[in-house]
Structures are given as C-alpha cells and as structure tokens.
C-alpha cells in the first residue's frame, strides 16, 4: 500500500514538471509572438504615417518592409528561439 502511494506521488510529480516546461514554452512562444507583431504594427503604422506626410520619405523606402522594422525585435526573437532550442531537448527527460 506504501508503495503504490509513492509510485502516485512519482507520477504526480512527473506530471507537474511536465506541465511547468510545457507553460514555459507556451508562455515564450506567446510573447514572442506578441512582441513580434507589435513591433511589426508599430514599424507599419510609422511608416504608414510618415509617408503620407512626407514625399521623400515615402519613396525612399518601400511600404511595410521587413528591414525598416528595429532590429531589437529580431534580437529578442534570436534569444527567444535560442532559448527554445536548449531547452526542446529537455522536454523528452
């Protein structure tokens, strides 16, 4: 009787590893996906702006392009894939 109450404990314990790696992800996966949409608006609402006020900006750069976006996005979209990818392999343990 002892013994199957520590195996339910083992895999009570299991089980909330398991979910605490899973929210994690999914927690970074959301933000990063928050964090890169705003910042994607953000570039296309200025330049959606600041092409209609001024001409020369609005030629010298095309509409909602993906290099006019602050590269600080991308880098916090590096660190957040490069954090996943370490930790994807401990999600199988």
């Known amino acids: 009787m002892f013994s199957s109450a520590i195996n339910i404990f083992n895999v009570a314990k299991a089980e909330v590893r398991t979910a605490r ?3 994690r ?5 959301f933000f990063l996906s928050l964090f890169s949409i705003v910042g994607y ?7 959606g702006y600041a092409a209609l006020t001024s001409p ?3 030629t010298g750069v095309p509409k909602y ?3 006019n976006i602050d590269p600080t996005f991308f880098l916090f979209f ?3 894939v490069l954090f996943l990818a370490f930790d ?3 999600l199988h343990n």
């Open 78 to 80: 590096q660190f957040a």
């Open 65 to 67: 392009l993906f290099g």
């Open 56 to 58: 020369s900006f609005g």
């Open 25 to 29: 992800f999914w927690t970074i996966v």
């Open 88 to 90: 994807a392999g401990h």
């Open 21 to 23: 790696r899973r929210a």
């Open 41 to 47: 608006l953000i570039s296309c609402s200025f330049l």
